[in-house]
């Protein structure tokens, strides 16, 4: 199995560009892919994103905002920050555009409003999806994408289903070592698969 390495992924989106695939559109297929597989998985239910302020937060906008547009889904979605802090133009495009989607978005701002305001969200979703970290992440999980981990596996043990955006938040995308990760029983991965996801501790 071919897999690649987060740099290289990095440098075939910016050809992709040069290509004229422009990054609106792969975060347009990204998000549809997204919803798709959301469906194959749950016929009917509640789904709450959880998203970073990234790309894959960015993803997760669109395949929200899709799958608001089918009949039998309730949707929410936690922003684990302020939207004026949304790093990537494609990602503000998308999260402005849930304003006219059918569905709840709470910004958390910090730890004690995750742990307040959002913990009843998770426990209410019949699936939720990690859009926390793009291609995972090195090093210490902060606050609040740490409580926001905590309680997505929670959620997974108690036989919720999980899917990832690329690669579970907190598993190294190119196989080294990490202390905390998303318990992910499907990751939606795009191009190929990320090195980090065939390691021994990712398979764990």
């Not at 426990?123 to 926001?148: C, H, M, N």
């Not at 997505?152 to 036989?159: H, L, Q």
Request: glycine share 10%; charged share 25%; net charge positive.
């Amino acid at each position: 199995m071919k897999c690649i390495s987060s740099s290289r992924m990095r440098a075939i989106d910016v050809n992709c560009e040069h290509l004229g695939l422009l990054p609106v559109q792969l975060m347009e297929n990204a998000g549809a892919i997204i919803a798709q597989n959301i469906r194959e998985k749950m016929g009917y239910g509640n789904a709450l994103f959880v998203a970073g302020l990234g790309n894959n937060g960015g993803d997760a906008f669109v395949a929200a905002r899709h799958l608001a547009g089918f009949s039998g889904y309730t949707i929410k979605l936690i922003l684990l920050g302020k939207a004026q802090y949304i790093k990537i133009r494609e990602s503000c495009h998308n999260y402005s555009l849930l304003k006219f989607s059918r569905l709840q978005v709470l910004e958390i701002k910090d730890s004690s409003q995750l742990t307040s305001a959002a913990s009843n969200w998770f426990s209410e979703a019949d699936l939720l999806v990690d859009a926390i970290f793009e291609t995972g992440v090195k090093g210490i999980i902060k606050e609040p994408e740490s409580i926001a981990v905590d309680f997505i596996n929670k959620e997974e043990k108690a036989g919720k289903i999980i899917i990832s955006v690329d690669i579970p938040s907190g598993v190294d995308p190119d196989g080294g070592d990490f202390k905390k990760a998303v318990h992910a029983k499907l990751t939606v991965t795009f191009h190929r698969m990320k090195i980090g996801l065939i390691s021994e501790k990712a398979k764990g």
